[in-house]
C-alpha cells in the first residue's frame, strides 16, 4: 500500500496546477470566484437563491453546481434567470480543479463579474481539493448541531468566511451558539461568521455587505 | 493519472478482503454488526443514544464511533454505559475494514451481541467501504430536505433501512415526505423507511422491532 502515496501526491500535484491555471484565467477574465462548501442539505442553493437577485444590478454573476447526480440545484438557480452549468461527479465526492476547467468552457467569463460554484455536499473531501477560487466560503446549519467545528476541523480552518444558515430553527434545537463559536474559533480564529436564514432573510444584508466588500476589493485589485 | 485505477483497485480489494475477514470474526462471535452512515450532522449519535436504553436488557451492545476528530460522539455514548472505541480517521473521510478490525482489539466481542458502527459523516464516501458488517442503515434528517436520495443515490442505494430523523422539525420546514419517499423508491425499492424523532421518540417503536427481528434472525442463522 506505501505505492499509493506518491500517486495521492501527483493527484493532489496536478490538482493544484490546474486550480492555478483556473485562478489566472479568473483573474485576467476579472471574475470573482466564491467556493461554497456545506453537508448536504445545509443550503448551499438556498444561500445562491436568497444572494442572486440581491446583488446590484451591474453584477452579472453565474454558477457552477457540483453533485453526485441530478439536475435539481441547477434548475433552482436557472429559475432566476442566472447562466448555470451543471457538474456531475458521477460518483465523486468532490469538485476538482479539471472538473471546474471543463465548466468554463460552458460559461463566458469574459462576461461575469462573479461566479460561484456550489460544490458536492461534503464537509471533507472538497477541503483538500482547490479549484482556483478567490474564497472559500463554508456554510453550516443549525440542525446539524453546534459541535461540527470540533469534528470536522479541516473545512472549517480553511474558510475565509463561515455562514450558518438556518438560524429560524433555532427555537427548536438545542443549538448553542456559543459553543460553535468556540469551537470555530479553535481552528480559524479569523473568518467571518455570518448567522442567517435563508428562508426569513435574517442576517442576509451583512453577508451581502462582507461579500460585496470582497468583489469590489478584487476588482480594485485587478483594474 | 492512468496508473491511479490499478492503485485504487487494490486499496479497495484489500478493503474488501478485510471486511470479510471482520464478517468471520463477527459471525464466530455471533454479534450481529451495524454500519450507521449519514450526513454530519443527521443524528447518528442521537440515534444510537435512543436506542440503546430501550434494548431487552439481555442484549449486551457496544459501539464503535467514527470521527475525523474529537471524542465527542465517544463520550456521549460512554455516558450510557455502553463499551465504545473511539476512532479518530486523522482527516480521512469514511472507515474501511482495517481501522474497524484495529478497533476489535479494544471490544470483548465474545461477549458482545450487538455492535453499532457510526461511520464519519458523510453521505458519499463510506458507502464505497465495505467494514463486514450485517446491516448498513442510512440516516437522514428533515431539514437536510427532501432531494437528498435524488442527489446520493449510491448511499441510499446500498442501504438495508433508511432512517428519517428529526421528523418534530417538520412544521417548520418545507419538507415533503412524499418526493423523498418517491426519491429513495427510485435506486432502492425495498429498504424499510423508518421516520422517526431522536427527541419526542415518534416512531422509534417501529425502527427497534424491525432492528430486533433482524438480530433474532441472524442469531437463529449463527446458533
Known amino acids: 500500500m506505501t505505492e499509493t502515496i506518491p500517486v495521492v501526491r501527483h493527484l493532489l500535484d496536478a490538482n493544484e496546477q490546474v486550480a492555478q491555471e483556473n485562478r489566472d484565467l479568473f483573474d485576467r477574465a476579472r471574475t470573482f470566484v466564491v467556493n461554497l462548501m456545506s453537508s448536504p442539505g445545509a443550503g448551499k442553493t438556498s444561500l445562491l437563491q436568497a444572494t442572486l437577485p440581491r446583488l446590484p444590478q451591474d453584477v452579472r454573476a453565474g454558477v457552477i453546481e457540483g453533485d453526485i447526480a441530478s439536475r435539481l440545484d441547477a434548475e433552482r438557480i436557472a429559475a432566476l434567470g442566472v447562466a448555470v452549468v451543471q457538474i456531475n461527479t458521477g460518483g465523486t465526492c468532490h469538485l476538482d480543479a479539471p472538473m471546474v476547467r471543463g465548466a468554463l468552457q460552458h460559461l463566458d467569463l469574459d462576461r461575469l463579474h462573479l461566479l460561484f460554484i456550489e460544490n458536492v455536499g461534503n464537509l471533507i473531501c472538497p477541503a483538500n481539493f482547490a479549484l482556483g477560487a478567490h474564497l472559500n466560503v463554508v456554510l453550516a446549519s443549525t440542525p446539524e448541531g453546534h459541535d461540527k467545528p470540533y ?22 434545537l438545542d443549538f448553542d451558539r456559543e459553543t460553535f463559536e468556540r469551537g470555530l474559533r479553535m481552528v480559524n480564529p479569523r473568518a467571518p461568521l455570518f448567522v ?8 442576509l444584508d451583512a453577508w451581502l455587505t462582507w461579500l460585496l466588500e470582497q468583489f469590489t476589493a478584487f476588482q480594485n485589485a485587478n483594474p
Chains 1, 2 share one sequence.
Do not use: H, Q
Open 196 to 203: 442567517v436564514s435563508c428562508k426569513t432573510g435574517e442576517g
Open 151 to 172: 469534528k470536522y476541523p479541516g473545512m472549517f480552518r480553511l474558510a475565509d468566511a463561515v455562514v450558518l444558515n438556518k438560524a429560524d430553527l433555532i427555537p427548536w
